[in-house]
Nanobody, 120 residues
């Protein structure tokens, strides 16, 4: 089973950019679909983005389309979330997730999360 560790969170001004990373351990990383979710204080966890095991297919939540980009490097093995044009409402703890089935990615393995704070 894969283990996940997120990094790259921090404080950024509105309009700025951040890149999150999720490093995976385990020999079968390339067989997992991967994704990002986020949870803001007092809110439910929200889907952000997902990427297929090959990297050939990507999916985004409506609130981040056109601003965020997910990618993966199976050789490292790591996935990334490039976040541009950040807004205060993007403030949340961001979690990396992995599952063999991209349709049920939120039911797989989770990382511990990394906090992103966007100031206005």
């Amino acid at each position: 089973q894969v283990q996940l560790v997120e990094s790259g969170g921090g404080l950024v001004q509105a309009g700025g950019s951040l890149r999150l990373s999720c490093a995976a351990s385990g020999r079968t990383f390339s067989s997992y679909a991967m994704g990002w979710f986020r949870q803001a204080p007092g809110k439910e966890r929200e889907f952000v983005a997902a990427i297929s095991w090959s990297g050939g297919n990507t999916y985004y939540g409506d609130s981040v389309k056109g601003r965020f980009s997910i990618s993966r490097d199976n050789a490292k093995p790591t996935i990334y979330l490039q976040m541009n044009s950040l807004k205060p409402e993007d403030t949340a703890v961001y979690y990396c997730a992995a599952n063999h089935n991209i349709a049920t990615i939120g039911q797989g393995v989770w990382g511990q999360g990394t906090l992103v704070t966007v100031s206005s």
